[in-house]
């Protein structure tokens, strides 16, 4: 019987979530519901709707769960202070919330956190600890201190209030996409999927909820499937949001009565739907938020989303400038759209005029071009260069490497695209 109440007291209902809204409606942004043809037509489905809580309010979601929940402190708790652990957009909901209710705030963050991230929470006038490799230490690390501090610990997504915040996304969907069948969004703890779950399940018990995982962080179905929380060892994935080893006991619950599957996507095809992201609907995030689009459109994974009305949760939008860069370039790679290769040039440097003109002249643009390290197999009269070339297609690449190499005085030793 005690179990029985435990779990009740976690389940989060409809009710908890339209509450949380009234709590927060004067803080968040009702983001956007961008539909694109585009990932329709690439996905196979009727129509895909893009929540775009990238543009939210700190970059991502978390401020929905973390002001809810610092809202409900008492005058004690708010004296004391709060303090959390994050890979960094909750720490920013955290930072943010304590800012604007006027609570101290601490977060505990690990040392894969991107450095924006950091100082945006710093922005905020929080005090960032950054402690432990992965996100599981700096949680351990938190809890340990409140323990001596007698700060409130505000769970990043194991906490009912938490996940009846990030539900209200689950709202704003009903309204914006009434055509709305099938959500996917992706899991990292499960606060979001679960709060989201909880809202379109109690409308329409039909509704699919799927969530969508690193291959490197692919905890959640197990522990579904198995009907226990199962935990991993160790995590390996760029989407560092969502690099948690497990689901906790109040998001277990949770998920377990609203999520219909999870599936996980390659670091490889996230890469592919951040570019897409970028360069389809002008809009940028990370990779985290970008895990459930790279479900949509991937060819491994069997979501049958044929005829289907598909809501994808962009999560978040808090990426180095650096590092979406290079999952750019990545993504580009994967569309046989980018290729790097190795010439030979004899006549170094007047013949890279030569090597500039044809790219131009073949219609694609000339990303690097740089000397290389001459190396034991290269011959001695001529120069090592690498150069990156962004064309429309695999085709159109091909056919520039051949004009390249059909010019006097240029080889190319090595193409990506072989």
């Known amino acids: 019987m005690n179990r029985e109440r435990e779990t009740e007291s976690a389940l989060v209902s409809l ?9 927060i409606d004067d803080v968040v942004h009702r983001t956007p519901l961008d539909t694109s043809s585009t990932f329709a037509e690439l996905s196979g489905a009727a129509s895909v709707g893009l929540k775009l809580e990238n543009v939210q309010r700190t970059g991502s979601f978390k401020i929905r769960g973390a002001y809810n929940t610092m809202a409900q402190l008492s005058d004690e708790e708010r004296e004391v202070g709060v303090i959390s652990s994050s890979a960094g957009n909750h720490a920013q909901g955290v930072a943010l919330a304590g800012q604007l209710l006027d609570i101290e705030t601490t977060i505990v963050v690990p040392e894969v956190t991107p450095a924006a991230k950091i100082e945006a929470t710093r922005g905020y006038g929080a005090e960032v600890v950054v402690e432990g490799d992965i996100y599981e230490r700096s949680y351990e690390y938190a809890l340990e201190r409140a323990d001596g501090t ?7 997504f194991d906490d009912p209030a938490v996940i009846a915040g990030q539900g209200t996304i689950g709202l704003e969907l009903l309204e914006q996409y009434s055509e709305l069948d099938t959500v996917l969004v992706a899991i990292g703890g499960g606060g979001l999927i679960s709060g989201i779950g909880t809202v379109l399940k109690a409308h329409d018990p039909d509704t699919r909820v799927i969530g969508v995982q690193p291959e490197g962080a692919y905890h959640a179905k197990p522990s579904l499937e198995a009907d226990e929380i199962r935990e991993l060892e160790d995590v390996d994935t760029v989407a560092e949001g969502i690099a ?3 689901l906790l006991e109040a998001t277990f619950l949770n ?4 999520v219909d599957d999870v599936v996980s996507v390659s670091d490889r095809e996230i890469a592919t739907a951040v570019t897409l992201l970028a360069e389809r609907a002008k809009t940028v ?3 985290a938020g970008a895990a459930p689009l790279a479900a949509a459109l991937s060819d491994s994974v069997d979501l049958n989303l044929e005829g289907h009305h598909v809501g994808v949760v962009i999560s978040g939008g808090n990426v180095n400038l650096t590092e979406h860069a290079e999952l750019t370039r990545t993504g580009l790679h994967e569309l046989e759209r980018y290729a790097d290769a190795r010439l030979a ?15 131009e002249s ?3 643009e000339l990303d690097v071009l740089e000397r290389a390290r001459r190396g ?22 091909e056919g520039v490497f051949e004009a390249l190499d059909g010019l006097d005085g240029i080889s190319v030793l090595e193409r990506s695209l072989e």
């Open 15 to 23: 009710e908890d979530v339209e509450n949380a809204r009234d709590r």
């Open 285 to 287: 995030v990370e990779s």
């Open 255 to 258: 998920a377990r009565e609203v």
């Open 345 to 359: 040039v004899a006549g170094w440097p007047s013949t890279v005029g030569a090597v500039v003109e044809t790219v």
């Open 362 to 364: 073949e219609g694609a």
């Open 150 to 156: 007698g700060e409130t610990f505000v769970h990043p």
């Open 244 to 246: 948690d080893t497990r």
């Open 376 to 397: 034991p197999v290269d011959e001695p009269n001529r120069v090592p260069v690498t150069i990156g070339l962004e064309g429309s297609g695999r085709e159109h690449l």
